[in-house]
């Protein structure tokens, strides 16, 4: 395994966002479309809310990152997905998916599966029966929330194979893995998990990171160590719920070095051969 030092790396990825303030083309849904938007905002990146088909293909060209996330569907923005992400790619932009609920009904199935086969992924987010789901492995998902996995790191490698690009499964341990490394991050707090939208916020934050780091897997493992760190930071301060949304957005605009580097919590390993 060379030398990867994940704090390290995630102290950089978050200097060079702030620095660069990377624009990200989000196409997602109404439930979640101001905090993602926030979010991102916070980390250090300037978002973008397009997907009307008349405007997503010339949006997606300046941007660092496009994010396809299919959690409140309708078949004209899975159109308007895909020909953002084949612009995207045209491009050389990174494009990033958010599966939500996929595997609960036929058309989040079959909208997710006509995504893989016209655009290049290059990072899939999503809880552990979505991806368990998009790998065929046993799952339970009821609408959009994961039930059982059985095999939530081999979920990750699975996914990871299937796109060529790295996978993201989250959870109470992320697992993040691509072809040939896996990554578990011990980093957030439940409360993370007790509002909505936590998990389209950090295919956000993974969106940045991969906007400014050309490595999938370290974008992806190091945003979800950002992200986890300001979770633990935002549940300190926190009464619950309520008060834990407005206290992660600001351990998300507050996040610094020396927080990461006090915090994380992640191990490498590499992919049996």
């Known amino acids: 395994m060379p030398d990867l030092d994940l704090t390290e790396a995630t102290v950089a990825a978050l200097a060079e966002i ?19 938007a926030n979010v991102t905002l916070h980390i250090g990146a300037s978002p973008v809310m397009a997907h009307a ?6 949006m997606v060209r300046y941007a660092g990152a496009l994010v396809l996330n299919i959690g409140t569907l309708e078949p004209a923005w899975v159109e308007a997905m895909v ?5 995207a790619n045209a491009s050389g932009v990174p494009v990033v998916l958010d599966p939500v609920g996929v595997g609960a009904t036929r058309l989040r199935t079959d909208a997710v599966e006509e995504i893989l086969g ?15 789901s998009m790998a065929g492995l046993a799952a339970a998902i009821r609408g959009v929330d994961s039930v059982t996995a059985d095999d939530p790191a081999g979920a990750a490698r699975a996914v990871a ?14 697992h993040v893995a691509d072809a ?8 957030g707090h439940p409360l993370m998990g007790a509002i909505t939208g936590s998990g389209c916020m950090a295919t956000a934050v993974v969106a940045s990171f991969r906007a400014v780091v050309d490595d999938s897997f370290v974008a992806a493992a190091t945003a979800m160590i950002a992200f986890g760190i300001a979770g633990e930071i935002a549940a ?28 994380a919590r992640a191990e490498l390993g590499a992919v049996a051969a």
């Open 180 to 187: 040939t490394r896996t990554a578990s991050i011990s980093n």
């Open 118 to 132: 016209a655009v290049r992924v290059d990072v899939v987010r999503g809880n552990a029966a979505e991806l368990s």
């Open 161 to 174: 194979g299937r796109t060529g690009g790295a996978a993201v499964v989250s959870g109470a341990v992320d």
């Open 83 to 87: 020909a953002a992400g084949r612009q």
């Open 18 to 36: 702030r620095a660069r303030r990377p624009l990200i083309h989000q196409i997602t849904n109404y439930v979640v479309m101001n905090d993602t």
């Open 53 to 58: 088909l008349g405007e997503v293909e010339e």
């Open 236 to 263: 300190r301060q926190s009464a619950g719920p309520g008060t834990f949304r407005q206290n992660l957005m600001d351990a998300v605009y507050l996040l610094d070095a020396d927080a990461i580097r006090s915090r």
